[in-house]
Each structure stands twice: as C-alpha cells, then as structure tokens.
C-alpha cells in the first residue's frame, strides 16, 4: 500500500469510530443477506461478533505502516478461521461485503480512492489469513499421514 492509501484508511476509519458497533453490525446483516448459508456458521451473538471485527479493523487499521506485524498478527485468526470453515471462496465474499458496509457507513465521504486503498488492505489481511489457514491444513494432513 502507498503512503496515501494508509493515510486515506486511517482517516476513513476515525469517521467511522462514532457508528463502530452500528457499522459491525450492519456488516453481518449485509453478510448474511448476500450470503445467507453462511448465518449458520456464526455461534456468537451478532453484536459481540461485530465489536470483535471492529477491535480487529482497528487493529490492522493502526498497524498498516508495519505491515510485519500484522501478517504475524492475523496467521492465527487464519487458522481459527480454517476451524470455523472459512474457504477462500468465503474471502472473496466478505470482501466485497466489507467495501459495501463501508460504503454505506462513509455515505458522502466514499470514493474510488478510498475503495482502492479499503480493497489493498483488506487482500493483505485475507491473503495472510489464508495462507496461514492452508499452511496449518498441509501440517494437519501430514500428521494425519504420519499416525
Ligand atoms: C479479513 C477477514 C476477516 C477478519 C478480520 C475476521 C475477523 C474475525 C474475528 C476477530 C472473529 C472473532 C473470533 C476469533 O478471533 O477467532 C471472527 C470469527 C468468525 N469469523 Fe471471521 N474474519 C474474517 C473473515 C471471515 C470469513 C471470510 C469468514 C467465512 C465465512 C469468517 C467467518 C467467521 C466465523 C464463522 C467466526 C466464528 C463466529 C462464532 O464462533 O460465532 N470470517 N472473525
């Protein structure tokens, strides 16, 4: 990501701060109005999931100048994720969910700028998270193939 771009999802992201546990929320229902199978994948209760994701956006949002440490950071939510069922597929989804939640939670201040730089940092976050998800199911298999 360039220096702009992380300026342009930092400053998007403080406006959005006021409506945080709004945006968390209205981001699953988004979800599960595009992708309704999933609804059955989710234990918790939708408002703590929401602040989760938000904690977590706040996170990777305030790290992006070290991006190092947030791919260390997010390969173990990766393999949690391989636990819950997430497929790439599912990345793909949520993804697109997320930059239409942003969207609307931004109104006005959204632009093809910010959707750019909200879409670099998300393939950063998704891919490590992958990765890390298909690394810890090569291990799974191998063990497997040892017992
Ligand atoms: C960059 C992408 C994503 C981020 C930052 C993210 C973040 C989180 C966080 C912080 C949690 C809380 C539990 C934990 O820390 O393990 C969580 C849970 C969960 N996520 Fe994600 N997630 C992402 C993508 C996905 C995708 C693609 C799916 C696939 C459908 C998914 C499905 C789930 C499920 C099923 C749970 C467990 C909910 C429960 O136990 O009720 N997530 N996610």
């Known amino acids: 990501m360039t220096t702009q771009q992380i300026t342009l999802v930092q400053e998007s992201f403080t406006w959005l701060k006021p409506i945080a546990q709004q945006a968390g929320e209205l981001f699953y229902k988004n979800l599960f109005d595009t992708a309704p199978q ?3 994948m989710f234990k918790q209760p939708i408002a703590a999931q ?3 994701l938000m904690y977590t956006l706040g996170y990777v949002v305030s790290h992006l100048h070290h991006p190092e440490t947030i791919l260390q950071d997010v390969a173990k939510l990766g393999q949690r994720h391989h636990q819950y069922g997430a497929q ?3 990345y793909d989804i949520v ?3 997320l930059l239409d939640t942003l969207a609307q939670g ?3 201040r959204w632009n093809a700028e910010l959707k750019q730089a909200w879409a670099m940092a998300y393939s950063m976050v998704a891919n490590a ?3 890390a998800a298909s690394q810890e199911s090569a291990s799974a298999h191998r063990q497997a193939a040892v017992a």
């Open 129 to 131: 998270m992958m990765e």
């Open 50 to 52: 929401a602040g989760k």
């Open 38 to 40: 999933a609804r059955a």
């Open 95 to 97: 993804g697109a969910v």
């Open 106 to 108: 931004l109104g006005k």
């Open 88 to 90: 790439p597929a599912h």
